[in-house]
DNA sequence: TCCTAAGCGAGACGGTACGTCTTGTCTTCCA
DNA sequence: TGGAAGACAAGACGTACCGTCTCGCTTAGGA
């Protein structure tokens, strides 16, 4: 039970890295599954024991990289949204690969969908609305999620010109800061309590 | 000469039709080539003498319904951005159907970077950046093509909940004077000169 | 040593089983190893622990049944040809499912072709060939086989329309009395000592 | 039309002529289909534009050398069995290639079964059953078709050691006279008129 | 009016990826 | 320690699609 577990887990490491490889060398539509399975040293059909697709294995290898994701934001909760902001650049420079595939990416458009509504319910979570605010809550928060998504995705488009900490400024004062000062309460709760 | 031209014109046409019914009906991805040339009625083979690409057949398609965008802001200067934003979720709203393929397909990526670098520099070409602005100006003309872009989706994607005024208004609040406040000056020029 | 031992007759057993009643079901090339083992109840990989292949457990099925035979043989010495077929063809009535499988199959060539040298074989064995034939012993041999076994697969082809006493005048009369006219002395010699 | 099917004809001629060197090189059963089309010049996916089955293109194959049977046989109604048989098994000896590919093949089980059928109607045809032959003339057809084969299968595995001539001979003595003698009348009619 | 050129329908073809199937090897687990 | 369980490599199968090509029909716009 446990070797052949280590062996299925060490399998699907090598399809998923084999993916990522191959995705950040020559996009992930020109990738066929036998590039994968040349590239992982592992049999054709083999790949069709573990994923159905090539799509799951990415929703897969993304998925895990989506549970780190989390465990960063719960960790860390930063007092200024600048502070914050500048924490998510710096994770984005060290994933950069990464999160090229997954916003640059043509088949990427349901997890970043998935990934989006993650955000935007976290953000509802934190911040109370305003109750007189001509903005939905709900359209706000997806507007801040959309946006970052935006923001990140220009950085990396134009090869990071700035620091993190710029960005986390730039993120807290063209999206964070006015998005909250229209929609929502101007003292999150949480946060406030620190 | 003029009538193997309209001919021409004839076959784009219904190509066209077809690729937009079908992507309509099962998703940009799942049309083929022949599905296509089996829905115009037109043989296979014509349709490589008309496009080499379906990316490029699609390509087509929504460059024309770009250049119908253009004239649409080309004609009115609307005098405050909410105006100007009911102007835009109403041609959105009768639309509908094409900025759905747009925003939610899969093969569109290329496309819709392509209407936001656009619209991003539409705007820079407009607005006069303000100097001493912590929020570079590309930076910002981006945010703002990106969050009008996702904005829209969210209302498609969630059935045009509120009607034109109240969305243009939306897009007002939180995204035009917002930005325009933190990274442009005031009055924008060549609105300022009518 | 005798336990492991009956054990394993026990699994041969099984595979036998399961091959003869899956090809009777649908045919000996249609039948896998997967099939074999599913239905027998046995491990996959344990079959090659037996068997290198599919074809050696078919060999060794009919082996054992050609042992059978053999011992039919031997006991019985008939006078007469068509006494000798009756009882051959009351045999085949007997055994129809695996004639049909050794007659009808695709895979049983080869084993037909060796059943056919035994069989020719013996004929010689058994008659003296004539010193001015113009029929070689060896080709007459076969012929006797290789008829015989053409009208076993005729009988159970029609779904037997004839008892096995026709069957043994016919066998006789068509086959063992003209060879033996043409290409043997008279008088057999091993049942005139009789 | 016509210059298509010129086309199609060349390229079901290419894939037959690879099949037949194929299986003369390491038997039928271990051509693939990609072996087919690499050895034509052909593509993969056009082997399956013509044929379903590798089965198919082999009886195609064989349906041609059938048809080329049938010419030889309608042109030559000769009087002797013994000079029929030699030109059989001249006919044999010239084509022994096909030959040996369908009496010794595996997957031509069901077209010999049809080869045969086809040779005992015809045999049935021109003789007249004799009425009170303890024989039935179907078994007599039967036996004739299917000792004639297994007397060409022996020649031919035993490397053509006789003449066609005494071959010729050998099939009239020990298949056609005996059956003949004893189930149908002494003279074949349409023979008879000749 | 004829006739040459172009648009087009039809479809054969080479090529390649897909997902399924089977075979035989090997390794791990259990009684 | 021998058999059950099953992961795996290898590769054939039949299907689908793509893009190229060639053929022949029809219709056009110029001679």
Redesign the interface.
Known sequence: MKKSDRRIQRTRQQLSQALIALTLEKGYEAVSIRDITRDAGIGYATFFRHYPDKDTLLIDVLNAFIQELKQLFAQSAEPSPAAEGALIFAHVRQQRDLYRILL????T?AILNHIQEITAREFLAIYAPKPDS???PD??A??VA??TM??I??WLDHDMP?TPAQMG??YS???IR??Q???FTPLPQPTALH
């Open positions: 640059r990416g043509q088949g458009q001509p903005i939905p359209v706000a997806n507007h959309a946006a935006a923001l995705k220009w700035y400024l730039i004062e063209l999206i006015p998005t000062a229209i929609a």
